[in-house]
């Protein structure tokens, strides 16, 4: 219901301070809600810029923007915002990034480097063989349960050290290099956006899809622990199989 004529530099100015901080925080959630619509964006940084003509707004105000901004893939953006506020921390953004996707816009992904500020924007191919596909939040611990378990699971591990990869729509420099160096699985890529996989959820964790030539075969959400046809490793090893990456599977 917001609407970019009740923002205008003219309005806002007559908005009360606490006014103002209730129309800041619902745009914050809009932004960050859906990313890829650029609206809700624009909005919360017009109210930012009146917040910025009063008293200082808090470091928690500008940090919000400064999400939002990583999150839309605005790099320069939220960068030119922290040089603003050098007293204030914000986490990290590439300094560069090295467009490799040869003008293809499915399955886009950042390559994050195990250091440097320099990361790779490329596109996965989904269309031929088997694949895995766990999305995720990178501080999920029940991600981190079902990784630990997958890792631990020799034939199960062998399947997705080969097959699988690691995909969270959350962009972190610091928990993407976290990812593969605990798990020594370097496999880990963060979505360039959601609506370049048009298979998979982003607002859960974990997900697991099993693709076989561009088709998921299986799908499965969360990670249960209990032995049992339903746990997890079951899971796992049923979602091999119905593509063919385990023993006992079909092979179309």
Same mark, same amino acid.
């Given at each position: 219901m917001f609407r970019e004529a009740d923002l205008s530099a003219g309005r806002l100015k007559t908005y009360s301070d606490s006014s103002l901080g209730k129309v800041y925080g619902g745009l914050y959630g809009a932004a960050y809600t859906f990313p890829e619509d650029p609206v809700f964006l624009r909005m919360q940084r017009a109210v930012l810029d009146e917040k910025l003509r009063r008293p200082r707004p808090a470091a928690s105000e500008v940090r919000r923007m400064h999400r939002n901004y990583v999150a839309a893939r605005m790099f320069g953006e939220a960068a030119a915002l922290a040089g603003r506020f050098p007293d204030i921390s914000f986490q990290a953004v590439p300094k560069?990034?090295?467009?490799?996707?040869?003008?293809?816009?499915?399955?886009?992904?950042?390559?994050?480097?195990e250091n440097g500020s320099t990361v790779t924007l490329k596109a996965l191919d989904p269309g031929s063989g088997r694949k895995v596909v766990m999305t995720m939040f990178p501080g999920c611990a029940v991600a981190e349960k079902a990784m630990t378990s997958i890792m631990a699971a020799p034939e199960l591990s062998a399947a997705?050290?080969?097959?699988?990869?690691?995909?969270?729509?959350?962009?972190?420099?610091?928990?993407?290099?976290?990812?593969? /160096? $605990?798990? *020594? %699985?370097?496999?880990?890529?963060?979505?360039?956006?959601?609506?370049? @996989?048009?298979?998979?959820?982003? &607002? /859960? $964790?974990? *997900? %697991?899809?099993?693709?076989?030539?561009?088709?998921?075969?299986?799908? @499965?959400?969360?990670?249960?622990? &209990?032995?049992?046809?339903?746990?997890?490793?079951?899971?796992?090893?049923?979602?091999?199989?119905?593509?063919?990456?385990?023993?006992?599977?079909?092979?179309?």
């Amino acid at each position: 219901m917001f609407r970019e004529a009740d923002l205008s530099a003219g309005r806002l100015k007559t908005y009360s301070d606490s006014s103002l901080g209730k129309v800041y925080g619902g745009l914050y959630g809009a932004a960050y809600t859906f990313p890829e619509d650029p609206v809700f964006l624009r909005m919360q940084r017009a109210v930012l810029d009146e917040k910025l003509r009063r008293p200082r707004p808090a470091a928690s105000e500008v940090r919000r923007m400064h999400r939002n901004y990583v999150a839309a893939r605005m790099f320069g953006e939220a960068a030119a915002l922290a040089g603003r506020f050098p007293d204030i921390s914000f986490q990290a953004v590439p300094k560069t990034v090295t467009d490799d996707t040869s003008r293809r816009t499915k399955w886009r992904v950042f390559d994050i480097p195990e250091n440097g500020s320099t990361v790779t924007l490329k596109a996965l191919d989904p269309g031929s063989g088997r694949k895995v596909v766990m999305t995720m939040f990178p501080g999920c611990a029940v991600a981190e349960k079902a990784m630990t378990s997958i890792m631990a699971a020799p034939e199960l591990s062998a399947a997705f050290r080969e097959y699988g990869m690691l995909l969270t729509a959350r962009f972190s420099l610091e928990n993407a290099r976290l990812w593969k /160096t $605990s798990f *020594n %699985f370097p496999r880990f890529y963060i979505a360039y956006k959601a609506s370049d @996989f048009p298979e998979m959820d982003y &607002r /859960t $964790s974990p *997900n %697991f899809y099993f693709l076989r030539d561009g088709e998921v075969k299986f799908h @499965f959400f969360g990670w249960n622990t &209990r032995v049992g046809p339903s746990s997890g490793t079951a899971q796992m090893a049923k979602g091999l199989r119905a593509i063919g990456a385990l023993a006992g599977g079909s092979a179309r």
